[in-house]
């Protein structure tokens, strides 16, 4: 079982940065990365990025391409979502859960041990 817990989030305004971190604690050594996720209310969950624990396999989603930027450190067991240039409809709780498969890795499916979630609310 692996336990997330997710931090950083608050306030900002548009145009603003924030940096995310998700600590996991426990048995992550059976799967192949980490993602983030987020919810808008009234939405379904999305894919935001992933990233394997090796680094590569980073992928994101179009519409945070270039302002946001998902990394590891492996020693610490955390990944963090930096997030630059944003934007108000990136306002939504962002959940980072762990990634057991290796294939479809922009979908809920391949994720499991989802963190509680950490609200980011972007005023314009």
């Known amino acids: 079982q692996v336990q997330l817990v997710e931090s950083g989030g608050g306030l900002v305004q548009a145009g603003g940065s924030l940096r995310l971190s998700c600590a996991a604690s426990g048995r992550t050594f059976n799967s192949y990365g980490m993602g983030w996720f987020r919810q808008a209310p009234g939405k379904e969950r999305e894919f935001v990025a992933t990233?394997?624990?090796?680094?590569?396999?980073?992928i994101y989603a179009d519409s945070v391409k270039g302002r946001f930027t998902i990394s590891g450190d492996n020693t610490k067991n955390t990944v963090y979502l930096q997030m630059n240039n944003l934007k108000p409809e990136d306002t939504a709780v962002y959940y980072c859960a762990v990634r057991v498969s290796i294939i479809r890795a922009t979908m809920l499916a391949a994720y499991n041990n989802w963190g509680q979630g950490t609200q980011v609310t972007v005023s314009s």
């Open positions: 990233t394997s624990w090796s680094g590569g396999g980073t």
